[in-house]
């Protein structure tokens, strides 16, 4: 595949999907990728109302989909680029998957801790043991502090 010249016109793009999905009724594809806003010094996630990154989904046309617009070695990332740049396309989160901000303040995936259902004690009949294991402690302390007096 020949690399097209950079043109800065057109967002930065790092990936090509040779075989892009049907286009809508307007004549664009659609990607799910990291909701983005571009800034003077390039693009910043945005953040949903928990403070974490989420998935947009952004068009395009086919030809741009298949094509990529990389800058000229030196250019890229030191200088900004006038229209931005285009994620990598994602899937949709599985319902135990979440963005957070990791490192550097590059959204990373992160899975949702498995749900522990909380039983009480006494449901369990562990509570006379706990409250045995309870009294043991406070007679241990009581003997530690009474030798440190």
């Given at each position: ?71 000229p070695k ?6 900004p680029q ?42 369990t009949g ?24």
């Open positions: 595949m020949a690399v097209p010249e950079y043109s800065t016109n057109r967002p930065v793009k790092s990936w090509v999907d040779p075989n892009p999905p049907a286009p809508d009724e307007d004549g664009f594809v659609s990607y799910l990728m990291i909701a983005t806003t571009h800034m003077g010094c390039g693009d910043v996630a945005l953040t949903n109302a928990d403070g974490k990154p989420y998935l947009r989904r952004y068009k395009m046309t086919p030809g741009e989909a298949r094509t990529l617009n990389i800058p030196g250019d890229f990332p030191d200088k006038p229209k931005g740049e285009w994620n990598f396309p994602c899937r949709e989160l599985l319902p135990n998957e979440y963005f957070v901000f990791g490192f550097g303040g590059v959204p990373e995936l992160r899975d949702k801790p498995p749900a522990v259902a909380v039983t009480s004690p006494a449901a562990d509570s006379t043991i706990i409250l045995g294991r309870l009294e043991e402690i406070d007679a241990k302390l009581d003997i530690l502090l009474s030798k440190a007096k």
